[in-house]
Every structure is written in structure tokens, then in C-alpha cells.
């Protein structure tokens, strides 16, 4: 639709050059959101995430080993957030139901836990939980003083992630 050329908001422009495409606040949220799939690293852990939420939903002896985690929607970012907060908070008891199959598949992957594990607390950490659309402009200010503290405070910010993520990687 915002296409420039032979979309709508072109076809627009023609019939009324003043006119202003304008996103609304939640679609402009889902776009910074979706940019962070663009970072390999966040593209990778969320892609990690989906087939193993995938691989327990498609079986269902598999599913009743782990905690009921929501599908990845990729669509809806309040959703994607939920889905990937509940796979965290419940990442212990996932990565001992996988340890059978992970060790036989992928043995090669098992060193990538941690790393998988630091994205994944970069990504809890700067989204929120859930948000109501009047709130969305509230959170992107909070978000904006967030990154503005991290980055001041970046050598304790990147050693809390990292004790969390310590923590995480010991349990597992």
C-alpha cells in the first residue's frame, strides 16, 4: 500500500499531492520491532525459537514434556513478544525436555547456547511484555530513555545482561 509507485499512496498523491501518508502508532511500533530481525544474531535466536516451539507443537508426546508456549506470530509483535517471553521464562524445563533429541541432531549447536541465550535476554530486555495501543506512545518514550541510560551506563548494563544470562546458561 505505501509503495510510491502505482500503489495506493502513490494513486493519492496523483488526486490530492498534499496528502501525507501516516502509519498509525502500532504499525509504526511493529516496524521498529520487525527491524531487529534484520540483526543476524536477534534473527537467528527468534528463528531458534520458532522451530522449537514448532518441534514440540507438532507432536503432541513431544508438547506435553514443556510449558504451553504460544506459536511465533511474525506478524503481530505483541504476540511474538509473549511467545518468545514464555519460551525464556520457561527456557530451563524446554532445554531439558530437548537434551535427548538436541545431543543426537545438532551436537555441533550445543556451544551456541550461550550466545543464544544472551540474544534472547537483549531482546526481553528492550521490548515490553504487553501494551495497550494508548500506552504505545508511553513505552517508545520509556524505551528511549532506556537506550539513552544503557548507552551511558553501558559497561553495568552489559554486566547485568551478562549475569542474567550466566545465571540462564548454568541452569540449562
Known amino acids: 500500500m505505501a509503495g510510491k509507485e502505482g500503489r495506493v499512496q502513490a494513486l493519492i498523491k496523483n488526486k490530492f499531492p498534499k496528502a501525507t501518508l501516516l502509519h498509525y502508532s502500532s504499525h509504526r511500533l511493529n516496524l521498529v520491532v520487525n527491524d531487529l530481525n534484520y540483526v543476524s544474531c536477534i534473527k537467528n ?20 514434556t514443556v510449558p504451553n508456549v504460544p506459536i ?19 527456557f530451563i524445563s524446554i532445554v531439558a525436555a530437548l537434551t535427548p533429541f538436541y545431543e543426537k541432531q545438532f551436537p ?17 530486555h528492550c521490548l515490553p511484555c504487553y501494551l495497550d495501543l494508548l500506552k504505545v506512545k508511553n513505552h517508545v518514550k520509556r524505551l528511549l530513555e532506556i537506550l539513552k541510560r544503557d548507552r551511558e551506563n553501558s559497561d553495568e548494563t552489559f554486566q547485568n545482561i551478562f549475569r542474567r544470562c550466566e545465571f540462564t546458561s548454568h541452569q540449562a
Not at 72 to 90: A, G, M, P
Open 108 to 124: 555441533h549447536q550445543v556451544n551456541c547456547i550461550p550466545n543464544f541465550v544472551c540474544h534472547t535476554n537483549i531482546y526481553i
Open 72 to 90: 511465533l506470530c511474525e506478524t503481530r509483535w505483541t504476540q511474538k513478544y509473549k511467545s518468545i517471553y514464555v519460551f525464556y521464562k520457561n
Open 45 to 64: 535466536s527468534i528463528g531458534t525459537i520458532k522451530s522449537t516451539i514448532n518441534f514440540f507443537r507438532e507432536s503432541p508426546q513431544r508438547n506435553n
